[in-house]
């Protein structure tokens, strides 16, 4: 298994036609079938789980499935629902507990580096041929494609780039501590460290990129904005940029929140490992 982290999703297991004995295996579950490769899906990145038709479930990956707060449903052949686990109520690890107990890892500023890499690799995958390369550059592999596609001076793509890195930072921060990141882990402790704006900050701004490069009307609109900068009667291409920038804050929030809950599982799984703890608790905003 990678590193990478990948969104919640439902687990559909099939066994109407091939029964299934489904089981644990570390923190994962273990799906075996005859004829079929065993195959492992991570708790952590599941959402819920649909079994339809037979299947054989060992009790371990049903406590499992319920301490991790994950509800399965059983289906039958036509797809009714004939029974439900829901999980009950529990105290859930909050963010600031979960970045803790990272801390107490030698490897933590390493393994919060590699998750960096991989998220931002993965963004970056559908636009640049080196998406490793641009992860590792961060801030600037995401302000060179902005620049990219906005035709102006060299002057005005550098404000443009300073733009929307401050614009990211802003949402980044805002989010965080909405989502009740302490403000040990938002550079107040003076650790550069243990700051995980700028991570999210970059985060945001290849979002935002992504956004600007998927719409010709905010390219269009960009590259207006600073054709008429200078110009009389124009109103600038900084409050022009910032009324742009801030069009996309809504999209751009809810984007972060999704990251924001990967993040925290990806912490619980991580951590459960290192403690010999189970995953505690569902995503810390939603």
């Not at 925290?264 to 459960?272: I, M, R, V």
Request: proline letters at 7%; hydrophobic letters at 50%; aromatic letters at 4%.
């Amino acid at each position: 298994m990678t590193g990478e982290p990948a969104p919640e999703a439902c687990l559909v297991l099939d066994a109407r036609r091939t029964r299934l004995r489904i089981g644990l295996f570390g923190r994962a579950v273990h799906v075996l079938g005859e004829g079929m490769a065993p195959v492992l899906h991570p708790i952590a990145r599941l959402h819920r789980v649909a079994i339809l038709g037979d299947a054989v479930l060992d009790s371990a990956v049903v406590r499992a499935l319920a301490d991790a707060a994950k509800p399965v449903g059983w289906l039958d052949g036509d797809g009714r629902l004939r029974a439900v686990l829901l999980p009950l109520g529990r105290r859930r690890t909050t963010v600031a507990e979960a970045l803790d107990r990272l801390a107490e890892r030698p490897d933590w500023a390493g393994r919060l580096e590699d998750w960096r890499l991989a998220r931002l690799s993965r963004l970056a995958r559908t636009f640049v041929p080196d998406p490793a390369g641009a992860a590792r550059v961060g801030w600037s592999g995401a302000e060179a494609l902005l620049c990219a596609a906005v035709p102006a001076s060299r002057a005005r793509r550098a404000r443009l780039a300073a733009e929307a890195r401050s614009h990211a930072l802003l949402v980044a921060l805002a989010g965080l501590g909405t989502a009740g990141v302490p403000g040990r882990w938002m550079g107040t402790a003076g650790d550069p460290m243990r700051n995980l704006v700028p991570l999210f900050g970059q985060i945001a701004l290849w979002h935002l990129v992504r956004r600007i490069l998927r719409s010709p009307r905010l390219r269009r609109s960009l590259a207006q904005a600073y054709a008429s900068d200078g110009r009389a009667g124009a109103p600038g291409a900084g409050p022009a940029t910032a009324a742009l920038l801030a069009s996309a804050e809504g999209p751009l929030r809810q984007t972060l929140i999704g990251e924001f809950r990967m993040f925290h599982a990806w912490l619980l799984d991580l951590t459960a490992a290192s403690s010999g703890l189970e995953p505690e608790g569902l995503p810390w905003v939603g």
